[in-house]
Protein backbone atom coordinates (compact mmCIF):
# COMPACT_ATOMS: atom_id res chain seq x y z
CA UNK A 1 0.00 0.00 0.00
CA UNK A 2 1.05 3.62 -0.89
CA UNK A 3 1.44 5.77 2.04
CA UNK A 4 -0.39 8.68 2.21
CA UNK A 5 1.21 11.74 1.89
CA UNK A 6 1.56 14.09 4.70
CA UNK A 7 -1.01 17.37 4.35
CA UNK A 8 0.44 20.53 3.83
CA UNK A 9 -1.92 22.92 3.25
CA UNK A 10 -0.57 26.93 2.51
CA UNK A 11 -2.12 29.02 4.42
CA UNK A 12 -2.29 26.73 6.99
CA UNK A 13 -6.33 25.98 8.30
CA UNK A 14 -7.75 27.04 11.86
CA UNK A 15 -9.06 23.58 12.57
CA UNK A 16 -7.95 20.20 10.89
CA UNK A 17 -8.14 16.45 12.66
CA UNK A 18 -7.04 13.99 10.55
CA UNK A 19 -8.34 10.57 11.06
CA UNK A 20 -7.35 6.86 9.94
CA UNK A 21 -8.37 5.51 6.53
CA UNK A 22 -8.06 7.38 2.65
CA UNK A 23 -10.43 8.95 -0.22
CA UNK A 24 -9.38 7.36 -3.28
CA UNK A 25 -10.22 9.34 -6.24
CA UNK A 26 -11.18 7.29 -9.37
CA UNK A 27 -12.92 7.84 -12.42
CA UNK A 28 -16.03 6.73 -11.02
CA UNK A 29 -16.12 9.63 -8.49
CA UNK A 30 -18.98 11.53 -8.92
CA UNK A 31 -19.74 15.35 -8.18
CA UNK A 32 -22.64 16.44 -6.53
CA UNK A 33 -23.61 19.87 -6.43
CA UNK A 34 -26.30 22.36 -5.54
CA UNK A 35 -28.04 23.91 -8.41
CA UNK A 36 -26.29 27.50 -7.57
CA UNK A 37 -22.76 25.94 -7.75
CA UNK A 38 -22.45 23.74 -10.72
CA UNK A 39 -20.29 26.15 -12.05
CA UNK A 40 -17.93 25.40 -9.59
CA UNK A 41 -18.50 21.78 -9.35
CA UNK A 42 -17.29 22.52 -13.21
CA UNK A 43 -14.56 24.51 -12.43
CA UNK A 44 -13.21 21.26 -9.83
CA UNK A 45 -14.03 18.74 -12.25
CA UNK A 46 -12.04 20.90 -14.93
CA UNK A 47 -9.33 21.30 -12.23
CA UNK A 48 -9.06 17.72 -11.82
CA UNK A 49 -9.11 16.40 -15.67
CA UNK A 50 -5.77 17.07 -17.05
CA UNK A 51 -3.85 15.36 -14.16
CA UNK A 52 -5.76 12.62 -13.29
CA UNK A 53 -7.48 12.10 -16.88
CA UNK A 54 -10.87 11.30 -14.89
CA UNK A 55 -13.93 13.31 -17.22
CA UNK A 56 -15.78 13.47 -13.89
CA UNK A 57 -19.81 13.25 -14.30
CA UNK A 58 -21.20 16.63 -12.46
CA UNK A 59 -24.80 16.16 -11.44
CA UNK A 60 -27.45 18.23 -9.51
CA UNK A 61 -27.47 16.76 -5.52
CA UNK A 62 -31.50 15.32 -6.17
CA UNK A 63 -30.03 13.43 -8.83
CA UNK A 64 -27.82 11.53 -6.50
CA UNK A 65 -28.00 7.68 -7.66
CA UNK A 66 -25.96 4.59 -6.47
CA UNK A 67 -23.51 4.30 -3.68
CA UNK A 68 -19.93 5.06 -5.32
CA UNK A 69 -17.58 7.36 -4.06
CA UNK A 70 -18.32 11.59 -4.69
CA UNK A 71 -17.55 15.18 -3.39
CA UNK A 72 -20.51 16.83 -2.51
CA UNK A 73 -20.71 20.61 -2.30
CA UNK A 74 -23.27 22.08 -0.68
CA UNK A 75 -24.41 26.01 0.61
CA UNK A 76 -25.74 25.38 4.17
CA UNK A 77 -27.03 29.02 5.66
CA UNK A 78 -26.34 27.81 9.44
CA UNK A 79 -23.56 29.37 9.16
CA UNK A 80 -23.79 33.12 7.65
CA UNK A 81 -23.72 34.91 11.12
CA UNK A 82 -21.78 32.30 12.35
CA UNK A 83 -17.49 31.88 12.74
CA UNK A 84 -17.41 31.14 9.09
CA UNK A 85 -18.33 34.36 8.08
CA UNK A 86 -17.86 35.45 4.49
CA UNK A 87 -15.20 33.19 3.21
CA UNK A 88 -15.15 30.23 5.23
CA UNK A 89 -16.06 26.59 4.73
CA UNK A 90 -15.81 23.21 6.40
CA UNK A 91 -14.47 19.95 4.24
CA UNK A 92 -14.91 16.46 5.55
CA UNK A 93 -13.81 13.43 4.17
CA UNK A 94 -14.46 9.84 4.33
CA UNK A 95 -13.63 7.30 2.41
CA UNK A 96 -16.72 7.20 0.98
CA UNK A 97 -17.48 10.91 0.05
CA UNK A 98 -15.61 13.91 0.52
CA UNK A 99 -18.17 16.63 1.85
CA UNK A 100 -17.59 20.15 0.96
CA UNK A 101 -19.54 22.91 3.21
CA UNK A 102 -19.79 26.88 3.22
CA UNK A 103 -22.26 29.56 3.98
CA UNK A 104 -21.73 31.44 0.52
CA UNK A 105 -19.71 30.25 -2.85
CA UNK A 106 -16.79 31.77 -1.96
CA UNK A 107 -16.16 29.78 0.60
CA UNK A 108 -16.90 26.60 -1.51
CA UNK A 109 -13.87 28.04 -4.01
CA UNK A 110 -11.90 28.31 -1.22
CA UNK A 111 -12.68 24.41 -0.33
CA UNK A 112 -11.99 23.23 -3.76
CA UNK A 113 -8.43 25.33 -3.60
CA UNK A 114 -7.76 23.62 -0.13
CA UNK A 115 -8.81 20.09 -1.56
CA UNK A 116 -6.53 20.90 -4.60
CA UNK A 117 -3.73 21.01 -1.70
CA UNK A 118 -5.14 17.73 -0.22
CA UNK A 119 -4.44 15.90 -3.25
CA UNK A 120 -0.55 15.13 -4.07
CA UNK A 121 1.23 17.71 -6.22
CA UNK A 122 1.27 15.88 -9.27
CA UNK A 123 -2.49 17.24 -9.43
CA UNK A 124 -0.53 20.28 -11.02
CA UNK A 125 0.58 18.33 -14.40
CA UNK A 126 -1.39 19.28 -16.98
CA UNK A 127 -1.38 16.27 -18.76
CA UNK A 128 -2.51 12.70 -17.35
CA UNK A 129 0.05 11.22 -14.70
CA UNK A 130 0.39 7.39 -14.54
CA UNK A 131 0.56 5.12 -11.92
CA UNK A 132 -0.78 7.17 -8.88
CA UNK A 133 -3.49 6.67 -6.52
CA UNK A 134 -5.12 10.00 -5.84
CA UNK A 135 -5.86 9.84 -2.22
CA UNK A 136 -7.20 12.24 0.61
CA UNK A 137 -6.96 11.22 4.38
CA UNK A 138 -10.03 11.19 5.83
CA UNK A 139 -10.09 14.54 8.05
CA UNK A 140 -12.26 17.20 9.40
CA UNK A 141 -11.35 20.91 8.62
CA UNK A 142 -13.03 24.14 9.29
CA UNK A 143 -11.19 27.28 7.97
CA UNK A 144 -11.96 30.98 7.47
CA UNK A 145 -9.72 34.17 7.16
CA UNK A 146 -8.19 36.06 9.88
CA UNK A 147 -8.68 39.28 7.65
CA UNK A 148 -11.07 39.87 4.78
CA UNK A 149 -8.51 42.14 3.09
CA UNK A 150 -5.76 39.73 1.71
CA UNK A 151 -3.99 41.34 -1.23
CA UNK A 152 -1.55 41.67 -3.90
CA UNK A 153 -0.86 44.78 -6.12
CA UNK A 154 0.78 44.79 -9.52
CA UNK A 155 2.22 47.83 -11.13
CA UNK A 156 1.99 47.69 -14.33
CA UNK A 157 2.82 51.68 -14.96
CA UNK A 158 6.50 50.89 -14.78
CA UNK A 159 6.58 47.34 -16.59
CA UNK A 160 3.20 46.54 -18.84
CA UNK A 161 3.17 42.62 -19.11
CA UNK A 162 -0.28 42.09 -20.73
CA UNK A 163 -3.17 39.92 -20.07
CA UNK A 164 -1.91 36.35 -20.13
CA UNK A 165 0.72 37.17 -17.37
CA UNK A 166 -2.37 38.90 -15.41
CA UNK A 167 -4.66 36.16 -15.49
CA UNK A 168 -1.44 34.16 -14.36
CA UNK A 169 -1.09 35.75 -11.37
CA UNK A 170 -4.70 36.12 -10.79
CA UNK A 171 -4.51 32.20 -11.15
CA UNK A 172 -1.81 32.09 -8.64
CA UNK A 173 -3.49 34.41 -6.03
CA UNK A 174 -6.25 32.41 -6.10
CA UNK A 175 -4.89 29.41 -4.90
CA UNK A 176 -3.73 30.87 -1.96
CA UNK A 177 -6.65 32.45 -1.20
CA UNK A 178 -6.09 35.89 -1.79
CA UNK A 179 -9.08 37.72 -2.72
CA UNK A 180 -8.03 41.22 -3.70
CA UNK A 181 -5.53 42.44 -6.64
CA UNK A 182 -4.83 46.20 -6.34
CA UNK A 183 -3.70 47.36 -10.39
CA UNK A 184 -1.74 50.10 -9.90
CA UNK A 185 -2.47 51.33 -13.99
CA UNK A 186 -0.77 55.11 -14.01
CA UNK A 187 1.87 56.60 -12.99
CA UNK A 188 4.84 58.92 -13.82
CA UNK A 189 6.44 56.39 -16.14
CA UNK A 190 2.99 54.99 -18.17
CA UNK A 191 -1.06 55.08 -18.55
CA UNK A 192 -2.27 51.96 -18.81
CA UNK A 193 -5.88 51.49 -18.90
CA UNK A 194 -7.86 53.68 -22.31
CA UNK A 195 -10.34 55.88 -21.14
CA UNK A 196 -12.34 56.87 -24.26
CA UNK A 197 -12.47 60.74 -23.59
CA UNK A 198 -8.71 61.06 -23.69
CA UNK A 199 -7.31 59.13 -26.31
CA UNK A 200 -4.17 60.60 -25.85
CA UNK A 201 -3.70 59.10 -22.53
CA UNK A 202 -2.98 56.31 -24.22
CA UNK A 203 -1.78 57.18 -28.05
CA UNK A 204 0.82 58.96 -25.75
CA UNK A 205 1.16 58.52 -22.00
CA UNK A 206 1.56 54.53 -22.78
CA UNK A 207 4.75 54.70 -24.30
CA UNK A 208 8.26 56.12 -23.22
CA UNK A 209 11.27 56.16 -25.13
CA UNK A 210 13.29 54.47 -22.91
CA UNK A 211 13.70 52.82 -19.20
CA UNK A 212 16.18 54.11 -16.95
CA UNK A 213 18.54 51.15 -16.14
CA UNK A 214 21.40 50.92 -13.49
CA UNK A 215 19.57 51.51 -10.20
CA UNK A 216 17.55 54.63 -8.48
CA UNK A 217 20.70 57.16 -9.35
CA UNK A 218 21.59 55.73 -12.63
CA UNK A 219 21.92 58.29 -15.93
CA UNK A 220 21.90 54.54 -18.03
CA UNK A 221 18.79 53.96 -20.60
CA UNK A 222 18.30 51.18 -22.29
CA UNK A 223 17.37 53.07 -25.19
CA UNK A 224 14.31 50.64 -26.01
CA UNK A 225 10.87 51.75 -26.16
CA UNK A 226 8.40 50.44 -24.02
CA UNK A 227 4.58 50.61 -24.27
CA UNK A 228 0.95 49.02 -23.49
CA UNK A 229 -2.31 49.16 -22.13
CA UNK A 230 -5.41 48.03 -21.76
CA UNK A 231 -8.64 48.78 -24.18
CA UNK A 232 -11.52 48.63 -21.88
CA UNK A 233 -12.27 45.49 -23.44
CA UNK A 234 -9.84 43.52 -22.26
CA UNK A 235 -10.37 45.26 -18.99
CA UNK A 236 -13.30 43.44 -18.73
CA UNK A 237 -12.21 40.22 -19.86
CA UNK A 238 -9.63 40.33 -16.64
CA UNK A 239 -12.18 41.62 -14.60
CA UNK A 240 -14.35 38.16 -14.90
CA UNK A 241 -11.35 36.20 -15.12
CA UNK A 242 -11.05 37.40 -11.27
CA UNK A 243 -14.73 37.40 -10.71
CA UNK A 244 -14.61 33.42 -11.20
CA UNK A 245 -11.62 33.06 -8.98
CA UNK A 246 -13.79 35.56 -6.27
CA UNK A 247 -10.95 38.05 -6.61
CA UNK A 248 -12.14 41.82 -6.32
CA UNK A 249 -9.69 44.38 -8.83
CA UNK A 250 -8.68 47.60 -6.72
CA UNK A 251 -7.53 50.03 -10.20
CA UNK A 252 -5.23 53.01 -8.87
CA UNK A 253 -5.04 56.04 -10.65
CA UNK A 254 -2.43 57.71 -9.24
CA UNK A 255 -3.04 61.69 -8.61
CA UNK A 256 -1.83 64.22 -7.90
CA UNK A 257 1.54 63.14 -7.82
CA UNK A 258 2.79 60.51 -9.99
CA UNK A 259 0.69 61.48 -12.93
CA UNK A 260 4.15 62.59 -15.05
CA UNK A 261 2.29 60.23 -18.32
CA UNK A 262 -0.71 62.39 -18.08
CA UNK A 263 0.95 65.49 -18.18
CA UNK A 264 2.79 64.22 -21.57
CA UNK A 265 -0.60 63.50 -22.86
CA UNK A 266 -2.28 66.43 -21.89
CA UNK A 267 0.47 69.36 -20.61
CA UNK A 268 -2.46 71.88 -19.76
CA UNK A 269 -3.33 69.98 -16.60
CA UNK A 270 0.09 71.01 -14.43
CA UNK A 271 0.77 74.00 -13.18
CA UNK A 272 3.59 74.98 -16.07
CA UNK A 273 1.71 73.74 -18.93
CA UNK A 274 5.19 73.21 -21.24
CA UNK A 275 5.45 70.11 -23.26
CA UNK A 276 6.52 66.97 -21.07
CA UNK A 277 7.89 63.70 -22.02
CA UNK A 278 6.59 60.20 -20.16
CA UNK A 279 9.36 59.80 -17.77
CA UNK A 280 11.88 57.43 -18.55
CA UNK A 281 13.38 57.48 -14.74
CA UNK A 282 12.21 56.46 -11.32
CA UNK A 283 11.93 58.19 -8.29
CA UNK A 284 9.53 61.44 -7.01
CA UNK A 285 9.05 64.02 -10.03
CA UNK A 286 8.80 67.74 -9.39
CA UNK A 287 5.53 67.96 -12.12
CA UNK A 288 2.43 66.93 -10.77
CA UNK A 289 -1.45 68.01 -11.54
CA UNK A 290 -2.28 71.41 -10.73
CA UNK A 291 -4.66 71.74 -7.97
CA UNK A 292 -5.53 75.46 -9.09
CA UNK A 293 -7.47 74.78 -12.46
CA UNK A 294 -10.45 73.74 -12.64
CA UNK A 295 -10.15 72.18 -16.44
CA UNK A 296 -7.53 69.30 -13.48
CA UNK A 297 -11.44 68.39 -11.34
CA UNK A 298 -13.02 67.80 -15.03
CA UNK A 299 -10.40 65.89 -16.19
CA UNK A 300 -10.44 63.59 -13.12
CA UNK A 301 -13.82 63.18 -12.72
CA UNK A 302 -14.42 62.75 -16.58
CA UNK A 303 -11.33 59.57 -16.04
CA UNK A 304 -13.06 58.17 -12.70
CA UNK A 305 -16.41 57.98 -14.18
CA UNK A 306 -15.21 55.67 -16.79
CA UNK A 307 -13.55 53.98 -13.92
CA UNK A 308 -16.11 53.49 -11.83
CA UNK A 309 -18.68 52.64 -14.71
CA UNK A 310 -16.05 49.89 -16.25
CA UNK A 311 -14.90 47.89 -12.77
CA UNK A 312 -17.84 46.92 -10.34
CA UNK A 313 -16.08 46.66 -7.32
CA UNK A 314 -17.04 49.97 -6.24
CA UNK A 315 -13.48 50.82 -4.47
CA UNK A 316 -11.46 53.04 -6.47
CA UNK A 317 -7.64 53.88 -5.57
CA UNK A 318 -6.87 57.18 -6.02
CA UNK A 319 -2.93 57.08 -4.62
CA UNK A 320 -2.09 60.45 -2.93
CA UNK A 321 1.74 59.26 -1.92
CA UNK A 322 4.61 61.45 -2.76
CA UNK A 323 3.58 64.41 -4.19
CA UNK A 324 6.41 67.45 -4.10
CA UNK A 325 4.61 70.45 -3.77
CA UNK A 326 7.38 72.47 -5.04
CA UNK A 327 5.56 73.95 -8.12
CA UNK A 328 2.08 74.35 -6.18
CA UNK A 329 4.51 77.01 -4.02
CA UNK A 330 5.34 79.02 -7.79
CA UNK A 331 2.57 78.75 -9.28
CA UNK A 332 0.15 81.28 -9.67
CA UNK A 333 -3.38 79.26 -9.79
CA UNK A 334 -1.99 76.85 -7.42
CA UNK A 335 -1.54 79.93 -4.48
CA UNK A 336 -4.93 81.57 -6.02
CA UNK A 337 -6.52 78.60 -4.83
CA UNK A 338 -4.90 78.48 -1.63
CA UNK A 339 -5.77 81.78 -0.89
CA UNK A 340 -9.46 81.65 -1.50
CA UNK A 341 -10.27 78.52 0.18
CA UNK A 342 -8.23 79.80 3.06
CA UNK A 343 -5.96 77.00 3.26
CA UNK A 344 -2.90 77.30 5.01
CA UNK A 345 -0.44 75.17 3.02
CA UNK A 346 0.57 72.88 0.27
CA UNK A 347 0.04 69.76 2.72
CA UNK A 348 -3.68 71.35 2.99
CA UNK A 349 -3.73 72.12 -0.77
CA UNK A 350 -3.24 68.24 -1.10
CA UNK A 351 -5.73 68.14 1.10
CA UNK A 352 -8.11 69.99 -0.75
CA UNK A 353 -7.87 67.81 -3.95
CA UNK A 354 -8.38 65.04 -2.33
CA UNK A 355 -11.65 65.95 -0.83
CA UNK A 356 -12.95 66.90 -3.93
CA UNK A 357 -12.06 63.89 -5.64
CA UNK A 358 -13.73 62.47 -2.68
CA UNK A 359 -16.80 64.31 -3.15
CA UNK A 360 -17.40 63.04 -6.41
CA UNK A 361 -16.97 59.80 -5.80
CA UNK A 362 -19.11 59.49 -3.24
CA UNK A 363 -21.89 60.54 -5.95
CA UNK A 364 -21.28 57.17 -6.98
CA UNK A 365 -21.08 55.31 -3.96
CA UNK A 366 -17.48 53.84 -4.48
CA UNK A 367 -15.21 53.46 -1.81
CA UNK A 368 -12.08 55.01 -1.63
CA UNK A 369 -8.73 54.04 -0.61
CA UNK A 370 -5.84 56.71 -0.59
CA UNK A 371 -1.40 55.54 0.49
CA UNK A 372 -1.30 56.91 4.28
CA UNK A 373 0.76 60.40 2.26
CA UNK A 374 -3.01 61.82 1.80
CA UNK A 375 -3.85 61.47 5.66
CA UNK A 376 -4.74 64.97 7.07
CA UNK A 377 -7.24 65.69 10.06
CA UNK A 378 -9.32 67.65 7.39
CA UNK A 379 -9.77 64.69 5.14
CA UNK A 380 -13.63 64.40 3.82
CA UNK A 381 -15.40 61.06 5.62
CA UNK A 382 -13.25 57.90 5.99
CA UNK A 383 -11.82 56.60 3.13
CA UNK A 384 -9.41 53.09 3.58
CA UNK A 385 -5.91 54.10 4.35
CA UNK A 386 -3.35 52.17 2.83
CA UNK A 387 0.00 52.14 5.19
CA UNK A 388 3.19 51.94 3.63
CA UNK A 389 6.19 54.49 5.36
CA UNK A 390 6.71 56.68 7.93
CA UNK A 391 3.97 58.51 10.26
CA UNK A 392 2.28 55.43 11.87
CA UNK A 393 1.49 57.65 14.39
CA UNK A 394 -1.35 59.20 12.03
CA UNK A 395 -2.19 55.96 10.99
CA UNK A 396 -2.77 55.02 14.62
CA UNK A 397 -5.11 58.01 15.13
CA UNK A 398 -7.05 57.13 12.68
CA UNK A 399 -7.70 54.08 13.31
CA UNK A 400 -8.77 54.84 16.59
CA UNK A 401 -11.35 57.65 14.89
CA UNK A 402 -13.05 54.96 13.01
CA UNK A 403 -10.95 54.89 10.09
CA UNK A 404 -10.01 51.49 8.24
CA UNK A 405 -6.25 50.72 7.16
CA UNK A 406 -4.96 47.66 4.93
CA UNK A 407 -0.80 47.74 6.56
CA UNK A 408 1.58 47.10 3.37
CA UNK A 409 4.71 48.07 5.36
CA UNK A 410 7.43 49.02 3.10
CA UNK A 411 9.85 46.94 5.45
CA UNK A 412 8.14 43.88 5.79
CA UNK A 413 5.83 43.65 2.68
CA UNK A 414 7.49 45.50 -0.67
CA UNK A 415 7.97 42.44 -3.29
CA UNK A 416 10.16 44.73 -5.20
CA UNK A 417 12.42 44.69 -2.30
CA UNK A 418 15.79 42.52 -2.58
CA UNK A 419 15.88 39.57 -0.53
CA UNK A 420 19.00 40.96 1.31
CA UNK A 421 16.51 43.52 2.04
CA UNK A 422 13.69 41.45 3.31
CA UNK A 423 14.51 38.32 3.00
CA UNK A 424 11.66 35.30 3.71
CA UNK A 425 11.81 34.97 7.64
CA UNK A 426 11.40 38.98 7.82
CA UNK A 427 8.49 38.81 5.43
CA UNK A 428 6.63 35.93 7.39
CA UNK A 429 7.46 37.56 10.91
CA UNK A 430 5.22 40.23 9.88
CA UNK A 431 2.38 41.43 11.86
CA UNK A 432 -0.84 43.93 10.24
CA UNK A 433 -1.64 45.05 13.34
CA UNK A 434 -0.22 47.30 14.76
CA UNK A 435 1.77 47.32 18.18
CA UNK A 436 -0.40 48.09 21.26
CA UNK A 437 -3.34 48.74 19.53
CA UNK A 438 -6.20 48.20 21.82
CA UNK A 439 -8.20 45.46 20.32
CA UNK A 440 -11.00 47.15 20.34
CA UNK A 441 -9.61 48.79 16.95
CA UNK A 442 -8.61 45.98 15.74
CA UNK A 443 -11.45 45.21 13.24
CA UNK A 444 -10.47 48.71 11.56
CA UNK A 445 -7.06 46.59 10.59
CA UNK A 446 -9.03 45.20 7.17
CA UNK A 447 -5.77 43.17 6.47
CA UNK A 448 -2.59 43.43 4.48
CA UNK A 449 -1.72 43.28 0.85
CA UNK A 450 1.86 43.04 -0.30
CA UNK A 451 3.09 45.61 -3.70
CA UNK A 452 4.84 44.14 -6.08
CA UNK A 453 6.43 47.70 -7.49
CA UNK A 454 7.14 47.37 -11.38
CA UNK A 455 10.76 49.17 -12.00
CA UNK A 456 12.90 46.56 -12.43
CA UNK A 457 10.45 43.88 -13.31
CA UNK A 458 10.42 44.01 -17.14
CA UNK A 459 9.29 40.30 -17.61
CA UNK A 460 7.63 37.36 -16.24
CA UNK A 461 10.38 35.94 -15.06
CA UNK A 462 11.43 38.52 -12.93
CA UNK A 463 7.98 39.39 -11.77
CA UNK A 464 7.58 35.48 -10.32
CA UNK A 465 11.00 35.43 -8.69
CA UNK A 466 10.48 38.94 -6.47
CA UNK A 467 6.69 37.88 -5.76
CA UNK A 468 7.10 34.51 -4.59
CA UNK A 469 7.65 32.45 -2.14
CA UNK A 470 7.27 35.69 -0.47
CA UNK A 471 3.35 36.19 -1.53
CA UNK A 472 3.25 32.86 -0.05
CA UNK A 473 4.22 33.94 3.58
CA UNK A 474 1.69 36.91 3.42
CA UNK A 475 -1.37 35.10 2.05
CA UNK A 476 -0.56 32.66 5.60
CA UNK A 477 -0.39 35.72 7.76
CA UNK A 478 -3.24 37.11 6.38
CA UNK A 479 -5.69 33.93 6.55
CA UNK A 480 -4.39 31.71 9.23
CA UNK A 481 -5.13 32.70 13.16
CA UNK A 482 -1.66 34.52 14.57
CA UNK A 483 -1.21 31.70 17.36
CA UNK A 484 -1.07 29.36 14.62
CA UNK A 485 1.76 30.76 12.68
CA UNK A 486 5.21 28.73 12.88
CA UNK A 487 8.30 29.37 10.58
CA UNK A 488 9.37 26.01 10.94
CA UNK A 489 6.24 24.71 10.07
CA UNK A 490 5.47 27.11 7.41
CA UNK A 491 8.67 26.35 5.48
CA UNK A 492 7.98 22.67 5.78
CA UNK A 493 4.89 23.05 3.82
CA UNK A 494 6.13 25.74 2.04
CA UNK A 495 8.33 22.97 0.25
CA UNK A 496 6.00 20.65 -0.73
CA UNK A 497 4.10 23.60 -2.31
CA UNK A 498 7.13 24.60 -3.91
CA UNK A 499 6.86 20.97 -5.95
CA UNK A 500 3.31 22.53 -7.09
CA UNK A 501 5.12 25.48 -8.44
CA UNK A 502 7.76 23.21 -10.24
CA UNK A 503 4.95 21.77 -12.04
CA UNK A 504 3.14 24.99 -13.30
CA UNK A 505 6.64 26.16 -13.84
CA UNK A 506 6.75 29.18 -11.63
CA UNK A 507 10.28 31.10 -11.25
CA UNK A 508 9.93 31.26 -7.71
CA UNK A 509 13.43 32.38 -5.60
CA UNK A 510 15.03 29.10 -4.27
CA UNK A 511 15.32 28.56 -0.27
CA UNK A 512 18.94 29.49 -0.34
CA UNK A 513 18.11 32.82 -2.59
CA UNK A 514 15.05 34.18 -0.06
CA UNK A 515 18.03 34.28 2.79
CA UNK A 516 19.35 37.39 0.99
CA UNK A 517 22.83 37.84 0.29
CA UNK A 518 25.10 37.54 3.18
CA UNK A 519 27.63 40.51 2.41
CA UNK A 520 24.32 42.76 0.65
CA UNK A 521 22.27 42.38 4.31
CA UNK A 522 24.50 43.99 5.99
CA UNK A 523 24.25 47.11 3.79
CA UNK A 524 20.39 46.86 4.13
CA UNK A 525 18.88 50.10 3.37
CA UNK A 526 21.35 50.42 0.53
CA UNK A 527 20.30 47.62 -1.63
CA UNK A 528 17.24 49.76 -2.13
CA UNK A 529 19.07 51.92 -4.81
CA UNK A 530 20.59 49.39 -6.60
CA UNK A 531 19.11 47.76 -9.47
CA UNK A 532 17.13 44.30 -8.19
CA UNK A 533 18.12 41.61 -10.90
CA UNK A 534 17.63 38.35 -9.43
CA UNK A 535 15.71 35.23 -10.88
CA UNK A 536 17.03 35.64 -14.59
C1 LIG B 1 4.59 54.04 -2.54
O1 LIG B 1 5.41 53.11 -2.39
N1 LIG B 1 4.97 55.13 -3.18
C2 LIG B 1 3.23 53.95 -2.06
ZN1 LIG C 1 -0.80 74.93 -10.16
Redesign the pocket.
Known amino acids: MSSIQNINIIPEPVLLNISSGKFILTEGTRIYSDQELLKLSECLKTLLLPATGFNLIVKETKEKIGNGTSINLKLTDTDRKGELGFEGYNVEVSSKDINITAPYPVGIFYAIQTLRQLLPPDIENCSRVEEIEWQIPCLKLKDFPRFSWRGYMLDEARHFHGKKIVKKMLDLIALLKLNTFHWHLTDDQGWRVEIKKYPKLTKIGSKREETQVGGLFSKKRDGIPHSGYYTQEDIQDIIDYAGDRFIKIVPEIDMPGHTRAALASYPNLS?KGYPFRVSTHWGFHKDVM????EEVFEFIQNVLKEIVDLFPSNIVHIGGDEVLKE??KK?P??QLRLEKEGLKNEKELQTYFTNRIIAFLNNYKQKIVIWNDALNKNLDGKPICQYWLRRMKEVREYLKKGGDVIMSDFKFTYLDHAYSFTPLNLAYKFEPIPKKLEKKYHKHVLGLEAPMWGEYIPNIKRLEWQTFPRLIAFAEIGWTPKLKKNFNSFQERLNIFLKRFDIIGINYANLREVKGNVLKRSFKVFTLFIEQSGGI
Not at 290 to 293: A, M, P, Q, T
Request: glycine share 10%; proline share 0%; aromatic share 10%.
Open positions: CCVGKRWCDC
